[in-house]
Each structure stands twice: as structure tokens, then as C-alpha cells.
T-cell receptor, first 114, second 115 residues
Framework: AQKITQTQPGMFVQEKEAVTLDCTYD???????LFWYKQPSSGEMIFLIY??????QNATEGRYSLNFQKARKSANLVISASQLGDSAMYFC???????????FGTGTRLTIIP | EAGVTQFPSHSVIEKGQTVTLRCDPI?????LYWYRRVMGKEIKFLLH????????ESGMPNNRFLAERTGGTYSTLKVQPAELEDSGVYFC?????????????FGPGTRLTVT
């Protein structure tokens, strides 16, 4: 079974600062994928970034980067130069390539302060 | 290209009633998934269709839940009879096997409240 742990239920960050959202995972699979999704107040789940377990480089997508530390089983999301529009719930998830099932953490509610 | 759509966006029903949720995946996506988030808890997998076949329904809570995907296009999730603990947000997602990185595109969710 796979498990995602997000230990920060809520975070407040000043606008323009960088923020790191923590995510640790547990899996017995050798090959897996790690995802971050953003859920704004409107409710939809927006894909942000993906990291494959065999990818040697950390994934980056614009202001988002994933700090992947395989030995520590962590996949933290880093948002640089935060904006007011970044205020949302953020979910970390792991994908089992075998059954294509996503397992999510409980999420972190990020609030950007002007 | 239209994204994943779900109907209704909100539903409020009484305990014991029946509710049917609908999901229209992205056109051409063979994979369709249902997930649920109960208040304050993590989003949990319910089941996975590949075209019209149920690939994995290990997350379905009990036999009050019935999912169908006739013709391999849209899917319905029926709850009958609904119980209070069924309240939550039901998400649908779709993906195409040829896509990398296996991204599942999520719909906006249906918020179900059972009173």
C-alpha cells in the first residue's frame, strides 16, 4: 500500500516570498510517480507538477519546482515568488503505475498574505 | 478542448434517497476514475474504468455505490440509499494511456450533502 503524508495543514506566507510545502511518501514499488495538485476555492483540481521515481533531475514548471529526495522519500513542492493567486489547497499524490491509482495526502491550505 | 465535466456541481439529499452523479471525461480518454474526499480527510480512490470495463473497484465503500460507464464514454455513480457518511466531494478524472506523465485530468467535483 502507498501512503502520502502532508504534515502542514495550513501555512501563511507573505506575498513574493518562496514557500515550501512538505510531502513524504511510503511505497514498496520501485517505479512510481509523484504529483502535486492545486485546488482553489472554486473546487477544481489543477495539475501542477510531476516527478517520476527514476527521473534524475528535479522537475520544474515555471514558478513550481519539486525537491525530490528519493532516499528520504520526500517530494516537497517549492513555489517561488508567491502570488495572491497561489492561495489554495495543495495536494501531494503518488501514482501506482501498476493499477494507475492515485493516493493523496490530506492537503495543505496555503494562504498568501499581501 | 473541453475538460472533464461533472454534474451536478452540488446535491443535497435526505438520508435514504438516491443520487446519481455524472462524469463526462475528456473526449478520447479511455481511463476514467472516481475519487471522493470526505470533509477534512484525504481524497480517496473509488474505482477505475478502462473504456466500459471496471479495471479496479477496490475503493468502493460498499454495495450502495454503483458505477457504470456504458459505451465507454460518460460515467455515472449512483448512491442508493444514501447515508450521512456519504457526504463529501466526488471527483472524476480521466487520462489517456499514451499521455506522459500519466496525468489524470480532474473535473470540478460534485459536492454531495446527505442530511
Amino acid at each position: 500500500a502507498q501512503k502520502i503524508t502532508q504534515t502542514q495543514p495550513g501555512m501563511f506566507v507573505q506575498e513574493k516570498e518562496a514557500v515550501t510545502l512538505d510531502c513524504t511518501y511510503d511505497t514498496s514499488d520501485q517505479s512510481y510517480g509523484l504529483f502535486w495538485y492545486k485546488q482553489p476555492s472554486s473546487g477544481e483540481m489543477i495539475f501542477l507538477i510531476y516527478q517520476g521515481s527514476y527521473d534524475e533531475q528535479n522537475a520544474t514548471e515555471g514558478r513550481y519546482s519539486l525537491n525530490f529526495q528519493k532516499a528520504r522519500k520526500s517530494a516537497n513542492l517549492v513555489i517561488s515568488a508567491s502570488q495572491l493567486g497561489d492561495s489554495a489547497m495543495y495536494f501531494c499524490a503518488i501514482l501506482d503505475f501498476g493499477n494507475e491509482k492515485l493516493t493523496f495526502g490530506t492537503g495543505t491550505r496555503l494562504t498568501i498574505i499581501p | 478542448e473541453a475538460g472533464v465535466t461533472q454534474f451536478p456541481s452540488h446535491s443535497v439529499i435526505e438520508k435514504g434517497q438516491t443520487v446519481t452523479l455524472r462524469c463526462d471525461p475528456i473526449s478520447g480518454h479511455d481511463n476514467l476514475y472516481w475519487y471522493r474526499r470526505v470533509m477534512g480527510k484525504e481524497i480517496k480512490f473509488l474505482l477505475h474504468f478502462v473504456k466500459e470495463s471496471k479495471q479496479d473497484e477496490s475503493g468502493m465503500p460498499n454495495n450502495r455505490f454503483l458505477a457504470e460507464r456504458t459505451g465507454g464514454t460518460y460515467s455515472t455513480l449512483k448512491v442508493q440509499p444514501a447515508e450521512l457518511e456519504d457526504s463529501g466531494v466526488y471527483f472524476c478524472a480521466s487520462s489517456q494511456d499514451s499521455d506522459y506523465p500519466y496525468e489524470q485530468y480532474f473535473g470540478p467535483g460534485t459536492r454531495l450533502t446527505v442530511t
